[in-house]
């Protein structure tokens, strides 16, 4: 049996490193299938794809990519002939969507765009998926796509362009508002979920969705600039999605004593939340995050 699927970063590569032949892409750990554009598991999500011009239908604007999923074209012509499925790798990047898992991105040479290298492949960093649909592609036929978005840590690689990069990659304003809500989420977050399998510290709720247990990792102190919170367990809260919005936006505060103040009803106001032998939120990031959220301040916080 494989090894275990790594998501995220791959240790000692860094973004924008170069290949020269899918076969080293590979060596590297950085997309393990030699062909397929999609490495994943139905199950697990997918980790990682490669974009290299196999289908007509992909665009990409850098920060923003819309993929086209795998099946139903014709491999010497790359024409689709047939509809494409949602299961198989296709589902692979759904999971990862639904799970905020990190998908590393690969550009290839023969890519049609602006962001392709000029030779070979390269590593462009962590992107998350944070929408599919299905649409008729240009052959007629349905095709499954994606929307994936580049991480906000990791700079572009390729030059930056006035008109179309902004200054700061932490900022994005033209990308972000094309956002809802992406979930985000590492390793780290993965582990801190399965400690509680995925059970809400909060509320108790554990849910089910596509036929697999679901919970979100909610960083206490926010990673990203300006508050520069860190990925560790000590940071992350395993919480359902409804407790997650409540807690990024003030309406729970955590006391010292890991005790809810329910800023907006009594439903959960000192309810202790739920800890494990192996997870220890740690205090002092819940009162960073309530200095973000003062009582009399809170409509004014986002
Ligand atoms: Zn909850």
Redesign the pocket.
């Known amino acids: 049996m494989a090894r275990k699927r790594h998501f995220g970063e791959i240790d000692g590569l860094a973004v924008g490193q170069t290949f020269t032949s899918r076969k080293e892409v590979a060596e590297a750990e950085l997309h393990l299938p030699l062909i397929a554009g999609i490495s994943g598991g139905e199950s697990e999500g997918a980790d990682s794809i490669v974009m290299s011009g196999g289908y007509e239908d992909d665009e990409d604007f850098g920060d923003v990519i819309i993929y086209t999923g795998e099946g139903g074209n014709d491999p010497n012509t790359k024409r689709q002939v047939d509809h494409q499925k949602w299961d198989l790798r296709n589902q692979a990047l759904r999971v990862s969507e639904s799970n905020g898992l990190p998908v590393r991105v690969i550009r290839g040479a023969q890519l049609k765009s602006p962001f392709a290298p000029s030779e070979g492949y390269r590593y462009d960093g962590l992107y998350f998926v944070s929408r599919s649909w299905s649409e008729q592609g240009n052959a007629g036929f349905l095709i499954c796509r994606f929307e994936l978005i580049r991480e906000d840590a990791t700079p572009p690689v390729w030059p930056s362009r006035s008109d179309a990069q902004p200054a700061d990659p932490g900022a994005s304003p033209r990308v972000r508002s094309t956002i809802q809500r992406i979930i985000r989420n590492t390793q780290i977050a993965q582990d801190v979920k399965e400690i509680h399998e995925y059970t809400?510290q909060?509320?108790?709720?554990q849910i089910q969705l596509d036929g697999r247990l679901y919970a979100e990792a909610c960083h206490i102190k926010p990673l990203g600039r300006p508050h520069n919170g860190p990925d560790v367990p000590e940071n992350i809260l395993c919480?359902?999605p409804?407790?997650h919005v409540r807690f990024d936006r003030g309406a729970f505060v955590v006391s010292a004593k890991l005790e809810v103040r329910d800023r907006v009803g009594a439903e959960f106001e000192g309810v202790r939340i739920r800890t494990n032998g192996r997870h220890h939120p740690d205090a002092r990031f819940f009162s960073y995050h309530e200095g973000l959220h003062p009582q009399d301040n809170r409509e004014s916080q986002s």
């Open positions: 809400c909060i509320c108790g709720t919480l359902c409804n407790c």
